[in-house]
């Protein structure tokens, strides 16, 4: 949009939204909407307190968990999808419905095999992520330039170095791709697990400032879960772009 | 022989009939600060092909789509047929580069589509346009989708669609740029005799120099960006005996080097 | 594919447009792949049931016993009845956020004031936890029929409203330029270029939103009233009968799979005769 003859960037409505948010909380409608003032304060004595840096802890940990051992099992696998034709056509059909299915139905499983705790959560991060990784990195190795791979073999490499020098980098775009889309499901993962859970980390959070009426304090831990969603995966797309050049060479 | 009629700027053409189009004084700067054109000055006369040769990115599209009413110049006026215009018009019909087909709709309507827009009825812009299929040779093909042809029939349904619209001028950029050389020479000779029946002026746009011999009846070179005009060229070739044997005739072998020998000094 | 990391890459956050290697990998299977597909059956199932027969844990059943369960289920009405129920809120849920979505991503994708405004907040929805927002929903609408239908459209809307904003957006420029040369009006742009070019886009998103939805309505079973398949999970699970509870799980990942495989399905036939 245009000011004036200036053009204003697009986040910008983002502070556009929190002034129709502190006028809607300050017109007293409903309990549901704080005024965004009122938020911010909450947040800000949120962020000290032990009880908020608890729950942090734990669900990063568990996130960063998932997440390291789906990236451990997602690249490796959606590479030997992509290159081995028996691994793809074996689990192709697998990873693509897990990719897609309400593995939130799961979870109750998961608490039934390995109780309420961090164990839960960690595998409920990893079976969230690791299917659209996979996939992802598959369409990259499937797809990677095929006269670089033979350039590599005609010079002689080895196949470990064919993987690790060429075959992963030429796949880049797409691994990092899936990186971010397994991230942003993880969070999810984190998230929806908890709540499940119901007394560990954020989600033992928001249930108790949902119950207890708390709508300040809610809002303002869910402003920091999606800031957080939403920084990781630009992070990543802001990598993603700085590769782009790649595209342009196959 | 060669007949250099003018070079760069010097006003109108000489000896050759009424302009079609006029190009006053046409600047463009895109708004990323990317100076395409500079102050070209151009006729093109009615009832003959014109083509603009220049280097990739001298701003040939550019022109072109200025031409079209699609883009705004930022200096300088467009005339067709001497009124100035400053938008698109049913006097000009455009061919584009990549086709610009819709994949969901059949040749028939892709031919028709420009019926459509304004309205003609159904019978009647399917009539027309189907006699535009045959003339550009894909009869049988009026319910065959743009996915199911090769590039050249996809240009063929692309040329048809700018003929059914019957405007005068037709603007051509790079029309057989993306199809391969065998092919592309069967559509410059189709397009020859085509436009034997058809009158119409053309404006194409190439970056081949043996295409803008073969089809021009004048060819303008445009200098690198910021482009403008550098020489303008009369090949003369004689198509209208045997359309093979222009590739042959020593005028036309002169007339490519000669432009080659011009064109050279823009490349690094 | 390329077509399908270009638009990720270009594109916003999750997974915008005709996302994930699905497109590739559903095509009407050959007689070889019937083969391997069979393998890759016997192979997991396989495994399953000797980890069940092991056991690794006493709750976790045999694929066998799973399977009787369904059957079982399936026989005696239990299966059907639930998914009268949990149906309900997805297709209510699914109808809704369509028409409303698919709107709003259009309005966004042709007016650069409306896409000023929204496109941020999309852009972040689409890549936060929603799911989040469930308690608030029993808090506003209670714990009936309601609550579901709006958990549905809490998490299918997002990547509907974004993929028809995509779609719009997609449009080629040649195609634009082309309708522009014989003056279409804007109008007719819309309606016979930005519309039908766009499709394919708007209803990959449909998909994707049915995908979300099914998560919304399982997350609603289980987190705000015990009803539909989620009770079946909850009850199975409280009484430990494994077998049943696991036939639950299994019937909404093949329920889940059967429509978005039948949306894909739909969705090349109708909008990409090309592949
Ligand atoms: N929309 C645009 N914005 C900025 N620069 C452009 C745009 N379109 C073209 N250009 C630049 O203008 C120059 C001329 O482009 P164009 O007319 O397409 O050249 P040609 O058709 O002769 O190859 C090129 O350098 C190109 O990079
Ligand atoms: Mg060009």
Known sequence: MTVLGYRIPMMFSLLAWFVVWEIVGQLDLTILIPPFSGVIAAGITMLPSQKFHDAITITMTA???????????????????????????????????????????????????????????????????????????????????????????????????????????????????????????????????????????????????????????????????????????????????????????? | MLNTVLSARNGQASGTPEAAVQVEGIGKRYPGGVEALKDVTLDFPAGELTTLLGPSGCGKTTLLKIIAGLLDPSKGQIRVKGKQVHGPGPDRAFVFQDFALMPWATVLRNVAFGLELRGVAKAEREATARKYITEVGLTGFEQSYPH?????????????????????????????????????????????????????????????????????????????????????????LDHSTDLEAARRDKAYLDCVDEIWQTLKQYLV | MADRTAASRRGLSEEVAGAGGHQIVERVPSDRQWLWRLISFAVVFGGWEIAGRIPVSPSFPTFSATIVALGEMLLDGTLAGAYAETVQPLILGMLLCSVMAVLFGVGMGLSRTVEWFSLPIFIILQAAPMAALIPLITFLYGIGLTAKVVAVMLMSAPIIVLNSYKGIRNTSPSLLDMSRSFMATRRQQIVKIILPSASGLIFAGLRLGVAAGVTGVVLAELLITPTGVGDLITYYRSVAEYPHMFASILSIIIFSSVAVTLLQRAETALFRPET
């Not at chain 1, 991060?125 to 299917?131: A, I, Q």
């Not at chain 2, 070179?221 to 550098?230: E, I, K, Y």
């Open chain 2, 148 to 236: 199911e042809l090769s590039g050249g029939m996809r240009q063929r349904v692309g040329v048809a669609r700018a003929l059914a619209v019957d405007a005068d001028i037709l603007l051509m950029d790079e029309p057989f740029a993306s199809i391969d050389e065998q092919t592309r020479r069967k559509l410059q000779e189709d397009l020859l005799q085509l436009l034997q029946i058809e009158k119409k002026t053309v404006i194409f746009v190439t970056h081949s120099i043996e295409e803008a011999v073969y089809v021009s009846d004048q060819i303008v070179l445009l200098s690198r960006r910021p482009g403008t005009v550098s020489r303008i060229i009369r090949p003369n």
């Open chain 1, 63 to 250: 996130f960063l968990a998932g997440m390291g051992l789906s990236l451990l099992v997602g690249i490796p696998l959606g590479i030997l999808m992509g290159r081995v034709k028996a691994i793809g056509q074996l689990m192709g059909m697998w990873v693509n419905i897990f990719e897609s299915s309400p593995l939130t139905a799961v979870i109750p499983v998961l608490m039934a095999l390995l109780g309420f705790g961090q164990a839960t959560i960690i595998t409920t991060v990893f079976l969230f992520s690791v299917w659209v990784i996979a996939l992802d990195v598959q369409v990259g190795a499937k797809h990677a330039n095929a006269s670089l791979l033979e350039m590599g073999r005609s010079f002689g490499a080895s196949r470990f170095a064919l993987y690790t020098k060429i075959l992963f980098f030429a796949a880049l775009p797409e691994i990092l791709a899936g990186v971010r889309l397994g991230l942003i499901r993880g969070v999810k993962g984190v998230v929806i697990g908890q709540l499940l859970v119901a007394i560990v980390g954020v989600g033992e959070l928001f249930e108790l400032y949902s119950r207890n009426f708390l709508m300040e304090e809610f809002w303002a831990l869910v402003i920091m879960v999606f800031a957080f969603a939403f920084a990781i995966s630009e992070t990543v797309a802001y990598v993603e772009r700085r590769i782009e050049y790649y595209a342009s060479t196959r």
